[in-house]
């Protein structure tokens, strides 16, 4: 059945992607982000400061969709752990006012948090965790599950701990960085102490739209089946790419200096939930990064 879905940050890697698997399955979508990119023309495109809140009552209301997924976020840490008024407003405050306005429209509600609001210290996670970030993005994030989860329980709030692909028309892209770094022959440092359990955009796009379409409400863990160090990933993706892996070389990641913020070492994302609620297949790692290497 055809739905209407609003992407909030849709001009950006992951909310791209998202539109594109929803149009080619027929729903009808509408982008909303500060700027319109020239590859995204063939979308409805609404142009939206998600910072001014009184406007995303407007433009929901206008477009009545059936499905909001917000994907717009501070997600450079470093910037959130210096601006944080900046990552407040969008990472929370944004979240939760769209929240409120699904809750008054009953519209189905898909946020989208990261295993960021976890310490690290755990060799995995799950959905009934209690987060304790360790930098003020993961902060913002789980003060916005916290709150949106109150305001609006039948929300969605998908959690992610790193994402592959290809970006449609720019927007944070590991896989372009890297691909990028490697045609310019330029050596690459990857710490072998940070673990992920990463996901590839189309896998996690197809999951979304499922998840919009489904009854299903709450926290759900979205990721690959498999644990690995960014090392490890980083030459495996360089192979896949048709690239030398000995351009990928191992560090540590060490203390962050005092211009940086922490991270947390281990995010891996337990994703049993989501293999019992999801026709969606959770994917091994080798799957995951033959998907992410090609749109």
Excluded: W
């Excluded at 142009?47 to 717009?72: F, H, Y």
């Amino acid at each position: 059945m055809e739905k209407t879905i609003l992407i909030f940050g849709g001009s950006g890697f992951v909310g791209s992607n998202i539109a594109f698997l929803a149009q080619k399955l027929g729903h009808k979508v509408f982008i909303s982000d500060k700027t319109k990119k020239e590859k995204l023309n063939h979308f409805n495109f609404v142009s939206c400061d998600i910072t001014k809140l009184e406007t995303i009552a407007t433009i929901i209301g206008q477009i009545m969709p059936d499905i909001v997924v917000n994907t717009a976020a501070i997600a450079d840490i470093d910037f959130a752990e210096k601006e944080k008024e900046v990552a407040m407003r969008i990472n929370f405050e944004s979240a939760v006012a769209i929240a409120e306005v699904c809750y008054v429209h009953q519209i189905k509600y898909i946020f989208f948090s990261s295993d960021a609001v976890f310490d690290g210290n755990k060799s995995e996670y799950f959905e009934t965790d209690i987060p304790s970030p360790v930098n003020f993005y993961g902060q913002t994030k789980a003060l916005a599950e916290k709150r949106i989860n109150v305001i609006y329980p039948q929300s969605v709030i998908v959690r992610i701990s790193l994402v592959l692909g290809l970006p449609l028309d720019g927007g944070n892209s590991f896989v372009a960085d890297l691909k990028n770094k490697l045609q310019n022959r330029v050596n690459i440092y990857a710490p072998t102490d940070i673990i992920r359990t990463p996901i590839d955009v189309k896998t996690l796009s197809s999951a979304v739209i499922e998840l919009g379409s489904s009854d299903f409400s709450g926290i759900i863990h979205i990721g690959g089946l498999g644990k690995i160090n960014r090392y490890e990933l980083t030459r495996r993706l360089a192979k896949a790419l048709g690239f030398e892996e000995n351009k990928v070389l191992p560090t540590n990641s060490g203390e962050p200096d005092s211009s940086k913020a922490r991270r947390h070492k281990n995010g891996c994302l337990n994703v049993q939930k989501a293999g019992l609620v999801l026709k969606t297949k959770m994917l091994s790692m080798d799957s995951v990064i033959n998907n992410s290497i090609s749109y």
